[in-house]
């Protein structure tokens, strides 16, 4: 059971705006700005994408970006490219006695 | 550009000592912290454990008991130990930089990924 919910899956077509959710509580997405998305092609290692909820790392392409509300995060992915087949997982820094909990993952599909 | 290689065995018996190792190039140990994280089967991440080249650490409670995160500043490089191992340990294991700046701390750079079955 991961700390912080995500739907198992999203699909659109592509050229499209896909939007995954990522909810927790008020001990960690609710409490910090310190959310953070991966992204992990099948077989790979995960690769960050999103840091501090709306940050890209360099080198990240700009049609991923991330947002947040309350207790529960977002990442969105506009102008879907195969490429963008892949899981995501969220993860938040916790003042709960596990300082780093993830998401169980949303396999993105493109149509 | 941090480049992270792990070695180590992936095959371990019930109750016997998981052992991996992840070595660092273009990288110093000095520099950042280093972390453990693992996910089972078809499941999302879970995060175990990072280590300071001085050895100070923190890690998962749940699995506190029986980790053990070892730097090696000599061969720029840091190890896993996990005891007592069970079928629910069956993962792929992952090493990662914990990565500072003056917000926050993420994993930006990963190692390759090691399958741990735990099987007899």
């Known amino acids: 059971q991961s700390a912080l919910t995500q739907p198992a899956s999203v699909s659109g077509s592509p050229g499209q705006s896909i939007t995954i959710s990522c909810t927790g509580t008020s001990s960690d997405i609710g409490a910090y700005n310190y959310v953070s998305w991966y992204q992990q092609h099948p077989a790979r290692a995960p690769k960050l994408i999103i840091y501090?909820?709306?940050h890209r790392p360099s080198g990240v392409s700009n049609r991923f970006s991330g947002s947040k509300s309350g207790n529960t995060a977002y990442l969105t992915i506009s102008g879907l490219q195969a490429e963008d087949e892949a899981d995501y997982h969220c993860s938040s820094y916790s003042n709960s006695i596990t300082r780093y909990v993830f998401g169980s993952g949303t396999k993105v599909t493109v149509l | 550009q941090v480049h992270l290689q792990q070695s180590g065995a992936g095959l371990v018996k019930p109750s016997e000592t998981l052992s991996l190792t992840c070595t660092i190039s273009?990288?110093?140990?000095?520099?950042?912290?280093w972390t453990w994280i693992r996910q089972p089967p078809g499941k999302g991440l879970e995060w175990i454990a990072y280590?300071?080249?001085?050895?100070?650490?923190d890690s998962n409670p749940s699995l506190q008991s029986r980790v053990t995160l070892s730097p090696d500043t000599s061969k720029n490089q840091f190890s896993l130990r996990l005891t007592s191992v069970t079928a629910a340990d069956t993962a792929v294991y992952y090493c990662?930089?914990?990565?500072?700046?003056?917000?926050?701390?993420?994993?930006?750079?990963w190692g390759q990924g090691t399958l741990v079955t735990v099987s007899s």
């Open positions: 280590v300071y080249y001085s050895g100070s650490t």
């Open positions: 273009g990288g110093s140990i000095r520099s950042d912290s």
């Open positions: 990662a930089r914990r990565y500072c700046g003056d917000t926050s701390c993420n994993f930006d750079s």
């Open positions: 501090d909820v709306s």
